[in-house]
């Protein structure tokens, strides 16, 4: 079973910047890919970033591309999301993910490939 605990949300000015984290604790005999999904109030999740391996690049949503960036610090368990240049429309609860592979991790952004979640952290950009 895994867990996950986000943190570091919080209400910021447009323009303004958060880094968010995710620790990972719990057992598996898979390597776990990682990601972090979003919930605007009245609209539906979605994903905003994952973590792809074997030398591949993350994905992004297109609306957060050159603003977000998704990194992963194996030795504290931890995966982290900068948020830069915040606008209003990123105003949501935000999640981590997981889901476990034998294989490589594609980053893929579909809410459905993903088993584990977190409780999730809001986040609240005012214009």
């Known amino acids: 079973q895994v867990q996950l605990v986000e943190s570091g949300g919080g209400s910021v000015q447009s323009g303004g910047s958060l880094r968010l984290s995710c620790v990972v604790s719990g057992n598996t005999s898979y390597r776990l890919c990682m990601g972090w999904f979003r919930q605007a109030p009245g609209r539906e999740r979605e994903g905003v970033a994952t973590?792809?391996?074997?030398?591949?690049?993350?994905r992004y949503a297109y609306s957060v591309k050159g603003r977000f960036t998704i990194s992963q610090d194996n030795a504290r368990n931890t995966l982290y999301l900068q948020m830069n240049s915040l606008k209003s429309e990123d105003t949501g609860m935000y999640y981590c993910a997981a889901r476990e592979t034998y294989g490589s991790c594609s980053g893929s952004l579909r809410l459905g490939s993903y088993a584990y979640w977190g409780q999730g952290t809001q986040v609240t950009v005012s214009s």
């Open positions: 973590v792809s391996t074997d030398g591949n690049p993350p």
